[in-house]
C-alpha cells in the first residue's frame, strides 16, 4: 500500500470517532495529502472502504494517470456530483470539514440531500495528522530548505546600492526556479530601511541606499512542501543601536530552538523568545508569535502562539521567528525552519545567522 492509501485507511479508521459514515474533503492541501492530486478544483469523498475523487475536465488526463481510487470527472459543482454518490452509498451522517466548505457548498450540499442525513463538522482532523511528517515528506522539506537557502547565497552576492527591493524579490524567486521550486511558498519579503519594520512588507520601487537594514522573507515549494526562511543583513557598517537589537533578536531565535523538544507546550516555546526580548525591553516590539507548523501549507498547525497548548511532537516541522518591529527605524526578524526530533529539535536551515554586513 503507498503512503497516500496509508493516510486515507487511516483517516477512514477514524470516521466511527467523528460519528461520521463518510467524510468529505475540499481543502486543497487535505486533497493533496490524501490522493496526491495539485490542481485546483478537486474534492474527495472517503467511505470506509471506497475513495471517490471528483475533479473537472481540465484534470481528467492526470487523475486518471495518478490517483488511485474512483475518479468522477464532472461538469458542474463537484459537490453535487458527491452528492449524488453519497445518496447512492446510503450514507446516514456526512462528516464535512466546517473550516473549509465554503457556505454556498453547504447550502448546495444541504438542498441535494435528504434532511434525514446530517451533516458532521470535523474540524481539523486532517490537519493534525498531518502535523506529524513521514520520512518522505521530511525528506522533501530538507530538500525545499536546502534548495531555498542555495537561492538565498545566490541572491546575497547581488546585492548592492541602487536595486530596488522589487527586484532582489525577482531575483529570489528567478534563483529557486532555477533550482528546482515549482513556485515560490507565499510573496517573498524585501523590504529595506525603515519599510523592514512593517512585518509582511511587499517589496516596493524602493532602491537601496545604502547604510540600511534589508529584510528578506522568502520560502520554496518543492513538489508541494514549504520552506520557509528570513534573514537581515545590513548595507554598511551597521550602528552600535541596530547591532544590539539583531544580537537581542538572535539571543530569542537561539533561546527558542532551544526550548524545542517532543511534550513541551509550543506555548512554551514561545514565551522562551518572548523573554529574551522582554529582558532587552523588547517585548512590545515583537508583534507576531514565534512561529507555525508548515508542509503542504506554508502555515499550518501547530502555531507556536503565546499559551498554545499543543504538544510538540517528533516529526513536526516548524519555524522559529522572532522578531522586532520600530516605526522608523528598524525591523529584524530572524526565521529557521526546525525539525522536532527524540532529542529536541534539528535546525534544518544552513544559512548563517552571523549579522552580515555587505
Ligand atoms: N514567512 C512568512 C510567514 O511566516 O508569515
Ligand atoms: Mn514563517
Known amino acids: 500500500m503507498s503512503e497516500i492509501e496509508q493516510r486515507r485507511q487511516d483517516v477512514s479508521a477514524g470516521l466511527a470517532g467523528l460519528k461520521a459514515d463518510a467524510l468529505l474533503v475540499t481543502s486543497a492541501a487535505n486533497v493533496r495529502y490524501l490522493s496526491g492530486f495539485d490542481g485546483s478544483n478537486g474534492l474527495i469523498l472517503l467511505t470506509p472502504t471506497e475513495t471517490h475523487f471528483f475533479t473537472d475536465p481540465r484534470y481528467e488526463i492526470a487523475a486518471k494517470q495518478n490517483i488511485t481510487g474512483k475518479v468522477h470527472v464532472v461538469k458542474g459543482p463537484l459537490i453535487a456530483a458527491a452528492a449524488k454518490i453519497i445518496q447512492r452509498k446510503r450514507i446516514k451522517r456526512i462528516g464535512f470539514e466546517s473550516g473549509w466548505t465554503q457556505y454556498d457548498a453547504y447550502q448546495r450540499l444541504r438542498d441535494a440531500l435528504p434532511r434525514s442525513l446530517s451533516l458532521v463538522p470535523i474540524g481539523r482532523v486532517i490537519e493534525e495528522r498531518r502535523m506529524i511528517k513521514s520520512a518522505a515528506e521530511i525528506d522533501i522539506i530538507r530538500r525545499s530548505v536546502n534548495l531555498n537557502s542555495e537561492a538565498y547565497s545566490r541572491v546575497l552576492k547581488r546585492i548592492r546600492p541602487g536595486v530596488r527591493e522589487l527586484d532582489i524579490a525577482a531575483e529570489i524567486e528567478f534563483q529557486m526556479k532555477v533550482l528546482g521550486a515549482e513556485k ?109 507548523g508548515l508542509g503542504l501549507e506554508i502555515h499550518e498547525p501547530p502555531r507556536l502562539g503565546k499559551k498554545d497548548p499543543t504538544k510538540l511532537a517528533v516529526g513536526m516541522a516548524i519555524t522559529i521567528e522572532p522578531g522586532v518591529y520600530i516605526e522608523g527605524l528598524a525591523g529584524i526578524r530572524i526565521e529557521d525552519t526546525v525539525l522536532v526530533t527524540q532529542n529536541g529539535c534539528e535546525v534544518l536551515t544552513p544559512s548563517s545567522k552571523e549579522f552580515i554586513v555587505l
Open 184 to 292: 515560490p511558498a507565499f510573496d517573498t519579503i524585501v523590504a529595506a530601511g525603515p519599510r523592514a519594520a512593517l512585518p509582511h512588507a511587499h517589496p516596493g520601487s524602493y532602491r537601496l541606499a545604502g547604510n540600511e537594514l534589508l529584510l528578506m522573507d522568502m520560502g520554496a515549494s518543492l513538489q508541494g512542501y514549504c520552506s520557509d526562511m528570513t534573514r537581515t543583513v545590513h548595507l554598511g557598517k551597521p550602528p552600535k543601536k541596530i547591532r544590539d537589537l539583531y544580537n537581542a533578536v538572535l539571543e530569542a531565535q537561539l533561546a527558542g530552538i532551544a526550548a524545542v523538544r517532543p511534550g513541551v507546550t509550543a506555548g512554551k516555546v514561545d514565551a522562551a523568545t518572548r523573554n529574551v526580548l522582554k529582558k532587552h525591553k523588547l517585548d512590545k516590539a515583537f508583534v507576531h508569535s514565534t512561529g507555525h
